[in-house]
């Protein structure tokens, strides 16, 4: 069994978009960092990456899946003949049950696998991470804990470890439903940006933070996450209930909606 090297690890990372790159930019001053993407930047070696093929990101002690979740099989699938007994496979999607299931299913059993979720993404970690958070899932074998270890003392994040069912549960609410507004949001536009409130500001500051997300993170929060569709249903539902009350009272006259209340007349003469 390959022993993987714990002081200067070789760090493969599948996939270099957006959150790639944040990936990098973090670990690259702590291993020896490899990266493949179908569109990788040229001058990626300017970086201290090491511009690499599948072969040579299947061979890395830690092979790092920073792909979309509907591509999450195939990336497996290219890997698989080129992982090393005991490396440690870790994926980075903002749902955790599904991926958890394939990479058991189709990973090497005598690799270690990690689930893990940063909470947080280029837009909200452009300033840095230390003290955001991140969700650690054990799968197989027993890396988690180092690895939650390493993010916590040398990146400082905050580490939630968790399952993926407890992962999924919380998400469904936590970023289903900011995702879902956010994007009616942006729907809506042109919105208000001079006479705003404070309340206003925060929620545009929200939308923000995962405008600018790719489509496949939204599907898959919205439709990979089992739990999603009961809180997305729930959310409509009180919705409706709301236009249908909001509805109601407008059609009834003032003072029978305030009844007890004083006429208007009387509040103002």
Same mark, same amino acid.
């Given at each position: 069994?390959?022993?993987?090297?714990?002081?200067?690890?070789?760090?493969?990372?599948?996939?270099?978009?957006?959150?790639?790159?944040?990936? +990098?930019?973090?670990?690259?001053?702590? #291993?020896?960092?490899?990266?493949?993407?179908?569109?990788?930047?040229?001058?990626?070696?300017?970086?201290?990456?090491?511009?690499?093929?599948?072969?040579?990101?299947?061979? #890395?002690?830690?092979?790092?899946? +920073?792909?979309?979740?509907?591509?999450?099989?195939?990336? &497996?699938?290219?890997?698989?003949?080129?992982?090393?007994?005991? +490396?440690?496979?870790?994926?980075?999607? @903002?749902?955790? &049950?599904?991926?958890?299931?394939?990479?058991?299913?189709?990973?090497?059993?005598?690799?270690?696998?990690?689930?893990?979720?940063?909470?947080?993404?280029?837009?909200?970690?452009?300033?840095?991470?230390?003290?955001?958070?991140?969700?650690?899932?054990?799968?197989?074998?027993?890396?988690?804990?180092?690895?939650?270890?390493?993010?916590?003392?040398v990146l400082r994040l905050q580490?939630?470890?968790?399952?993926?069912?407890?992962?999924?549960?919380?998400?469904?609410?936590?970023?289903?439903?900011?995702?879902?507004?956010?994007?009616?949001?942006?729907?809506?536009?042109? !919105?208000?940006?001079?006479?705003?409130?404070?309340?206003?500001?925060? !929620?545009?500051?929200?939308?923000?933070?995962?405008?600018?997300?790719?489509?496949?993170?939204?599907?898959?929060?919205?439709?990979?996450?089992?739990?999603? /569709?009961?809180?997305?249903? /729930?959310?409509?539902?009180?919705?409706?209930?709301?236009?249908?009350? !909001?509805?109601?009272?407008?059609?009834?006259?003032?003072?029978? /909606? @305030?009844?007890?209340?004083? @006429?208007?007349?009387?509040?103002?003469?």
């Open positions: 069994m390959h022993t993987p090297n714990t002081t200067n690890p070789s760090v493969g990372l599948m996939g270099f978009g957006a959150f790639g790159r944040l990936i +990098a930019r973090h670990l690259k001053p702590h #291993c020896r960092l490899l990266a493949f993407d179908p569109a990788l930047p040229a001058d990626i070696g300017a970086g201290g990456i090491i511009a690499a093929d599948p072969a040579q990101i299947g061979a #890395c002690d830690i092979v790092i899946l +920073a792909v979309p979740v509907a591509a999450l099989s195939e990336a &497996i699938a290219t890997l698989r003949p080129h992982l090393r007994a005991g +490396a440690i496979v870790v994926d980075v999607g @903002s749902v955790k &049950i599904g991926p958890a299931k394939t990479m058991l299913a189709e990973l090497p059993e005598d690799v270690e696998i990690v689930g893990t979720h940063p909470l947080f993404g280029p837009q909200s970690g452009r300033d840095g991470i230390a003290g955001l958070k991140i969700a650690i899932c054990p799968i197989r074998g027993a890396s988690a804990w180092r690895i939650a270890a390493f993010l916590r003392r580490v939630i470890m968790t399952t993926p069912e407890a992962h999924d549960r919380e998400a469904a609410l936590v970023q289903g439903l900011t995702h879902l507004i956010a994007k009616i949001l942006v729907a809506m536009e042109p !919105l208000p940006r001079r006479m705003t409130t404070a309340s206003f500001d925060l !929620l545009m500051r929200a939308t923000e933070m995962v405008r600018h997300d790719s489509p496949a993170v939204f599907m898959a929060i919205e439709q990979a996450n089992p739990h999603a /569709r009961p809180v997305r249903d /729930r959310f409509f539902a009180l919705a409706e209930e709301m236009r249908t009350h !909001l509805d109601r009272d407008a059609a009834e006259p003032f003072n029978q /909606r @305030s009844a007890g209340a004083l @006429s208007w007349k009387e509040r103002v003469g």
